[in-house]
Every structure is written in C-alpha cells, then in structure tokens.
C-alpha cells in the first residue's frame, strides 16, 4: 500500500488496507459474497482510513459502526453531501438534487420532490409495477425452465418501472440500462462517456417537454415553481439525472441478490412460497443483508471523530453493506433470518438524505418476489453456472442462472 496515497494528516496505524472496490471478494469473483467479505472490517478499530475507497481511487475514512453512520449522515454541519460524483465524470461541478445538496436548499426540493414518491403515490403506482412483474414472469415461465434472472428478469422488471415513472417508454430499456453500467461500473473513459449520453439525454428530453408538456415526470419538473421561479436548466438536469440514475442499477441489484439468497437456502423459499404473507418482512431481512450501496459524505470543516483527525475536504464513507454487519446492532448479523423484527437496517441511508425513492424501490422488492415465487416453480442456481458478483459504489450480481426443471 503506498504510503503516498495517504494524506500526511491521517496517522499510519489508522490507515488499513480494504477497499469497497478492490479487497477479496470485491472484485469481479464466481459465487462471490461481497457483502460477507465487508463484515471483516468489524474485528478491526471502528473508523480507519482506506487509501482506495471509491470509483476513482481516492482515499476515505470508512466508518464501520452503524450508530457512528447515523451521527455523519444526520449532521450536515460537519458533512456535506455535495461530492459531484456524477458531474465531476465530465470535469464539472453541478450536483444532482436532492441527494448532493446539503440544508436549507436540500429541504426545499426535497418538499418539492416528496409527493411524487410517497407511499400513497407509490399504492396508486402499484397496479402497474405488479402487471409488470406477472407480464415478465410468465414470458419467463412459457420460454423453458431456466433464465439468467439478472438479465431476464430484475433489470428488465426494475429500470422499466424506473421509465414509467419518468415517462419513457420501454423501447430503448437495453441501451439504458448499457448506460448504466458503463456509469457505476466501468472505467473512466467508460463512466465519462456514459455521463455526457445521459446529460444529453435529459438535457434533450427537458428542452421537448419545456415545448410540449405531458402528463410525466419531467414535464412536472419544467413547470413547477419554487419559491415564486421556474427550476433552471442545470436544476432539472441534477433532478432528472439522479431519478435516471437511481433507478438503472440498485432495486435490480437488490433483487438478483435475494434471489440468489432463496435459490441457495431451499428451506427459506419453501417457507416464503407456503406463507406468503411472510414476503414484505423477509425483504427487510434481505435488504439488511444485501443492501447495495455505499454512501460518501465530504468533511465541511476539520473534525476530530471517534479518534480520527478529518480535515476539510477529506472523504468519509458510510457504506450500508458495513452498517448492516455490525453485531452492536444486530444479533447474529452474518446470518439471514427471515422472522428478525424491529429491523432497523440502513439500505436505504439515514437522516435527512434517506433514499426519496426507498418507498417504490421496497415495493418493487416485495412485489418482485410474490409475483416470482408464485408463478416459477421450486428454483435453484443451474448446475455448471457460477453467478458474478463485485462491490464498488453499488453492489452487483450477474450471470445469475436459474433452473427449476
């Protein structure tokens, strides 16, 4: 590890070599399980510094303490959530809004935003996100009786529920999701030239709805008003870019892992299949246990946490795959419990910044899993096929092969 990547004010014995991107495990690994990988950061000291902690290679404090995450996630003063991750790919600076904005203007759009992804907005969205899974699942069912359920299924299922809410229609679902991946999971030239497609993408998509409005998101977007103005041109790109964005990779990840999970644990998809009713708590297990996303923050000032000297700009990740291990705040934490109660897992963020879309995205989950389980018969993971797993800023799954024959 070189001793170069380490800025001077960080001291030599918090530094520690585990990466979200390059440790055992987090790397492209057959049958892997990145999410147990992370759980060996608990046997070490509660923060520490990695040199190589995210998508370019910068340095992070990792906090490795569930309550110390929510301390940084709900104290805006001291952490700010204006990282640029997504304009920072293109050599710029706006952010995408709401998630890289810190208070008062976090709040302001955030009240903006709420009502389009509440949960009564979400009932009233069910009926289609349903039709949707059961119209997948039966092509599934009719064509054999195995599938890679990654690519046949979760991708499909979550980014066209993603398209609807946005008002795109499903014809180009493949190239999306393409921009996806290159974008959370390519190199730089890839993620540089995934960012600019999708810039000019909602970039076109707002100059036509600003000409000819419909009854969709961004159209919303144009004509509404805050504080007595229009949004701007770079506001409705930071909205329309990080509601693109959150739905081309996250809820599928979710799904392709707990699939994996029951086609690897019989006995718990038995018990999921004869009482169903179990389904929406067994989905908060999962979530705890398979949660896809890790979360930076940006040190506003100097600040001496749990022993550690941040200074202003330096880099501190929240990673809820780290989180949801910690046995200070769950029993057992390595070990999937369908029946745990009082769930108080970190999936979806903490705070102020907790996931606007975690309401749909839990729906789509639970959805996701009714409709399958009901409709394929009893499934395991196909002999001769090894699943694809990696970590990085969100967790994946592939080459998930099925079989039920």
Request: glycine content about 6%; aromatic content about 8%; overall charge negative.
């Amino acid at each position: 590890m070189p001793v170069s990547r380490v800025p001077d004010h960080v001291p030599r014995e918090m530094v520690r070599d585990f990466s979200l991107f390059t440790s055992p495990g987090m790397q492209r690994t057959p049958n892997g399980d990145p999410h147990a990988a992370v759980a060996c950061v608990h046997s070490g000291p509660p923060i520490f510094y990695s040199p190589y902690n995210t998508q370019d290679g910068l340095g992070t404090w990792v906090i490795t303490r569930a309550a110390d995450q929510r301390r940084v996630l709900q104290d805006a003063e001291n952490f700010s959530s204006h990282r640029k991750l997504f304009s920072a790919a293109l050599d710029e600076s706006w952010p995408t809004i709401p998630l890289e904005l810190d208070p008062p203007a976090h709040g302001v759009f955030r009240s903006l935003l709420n009502p389009l992804l509440s949960p009564k907005r979400v009932a009233e969205l069910e009926p289609a996100v349903r039709e949707r899974a059961v119209l997948l699942i039966d092509r599934i069912a009719a064509s054999g009786s195995s599938c890679d359920v990654t690519k046949d299924f979760a991708f499909p299922f979550a980014v066209s529920i993603s398209l609807r809410f946005l008002g795109l229609p499903d014809d180009r679902l493949d190239t999306f999701v393409r921009w996806g991946q290159e974008l959370l999971h390519g190199d730089r030239p890839e993620r540089s030239a995934a960012a600019r497609t999708i810039v000019d993408f909602i970039d076109e998509l707002t100059a036509l709805r600003r000409k000819e409005p419909v009854d969709d998101f961004i159209s919303f977007i144009v004509q509404a008003e805050l504080e007595g103005r229009r949004l701007t041109d770079e506001e409705v790109r930071g909205i329309g870019v990080l509601v693109f964005v959150a739905g081309l990779d996250s809820v599928a990840a979710a799904i392709g892992f707990d699939l994996a999970y029951l086609a690897r644990n019989p006995e718990d998809q038995e018990l999921l299949r004869s009482e169903p009713e179990r389904i929406a708590l067994a989905a908060e297990e999962l979530l705890r246990a398979y949660p896809p996303i890790q979360m930076l923050r940006v040190a506003r000032k100097d600040i001496d946490f749990e022993g550690a000297p941040i200074r202003k700009g330096d880099y501190v990740s929240c990673a809820t795959m780290i989180a949801n291990r910690d046995p200070a705040e769950f029993e057992c934490p390595n070990t999937v419990d369908l029946a745990r109660e009082n769930n108080r897992h970190a999936a979806f963020g903490y705070g102020p910044h907790r996931c606007i879309g975690s309401h749909l995205a839990r729906r789509e989950i639970v959805i996701a899993l009714e409709e399958w389980l009901a409709r394929i018969p009893a499934f395991r993971i196909k002999k001769g096929t090894s699943p694809i797993t990696y970590g990085g800023h969100v967790f994946g799954i592939e080459n998930l092969v099925l079989d039920w024959s």
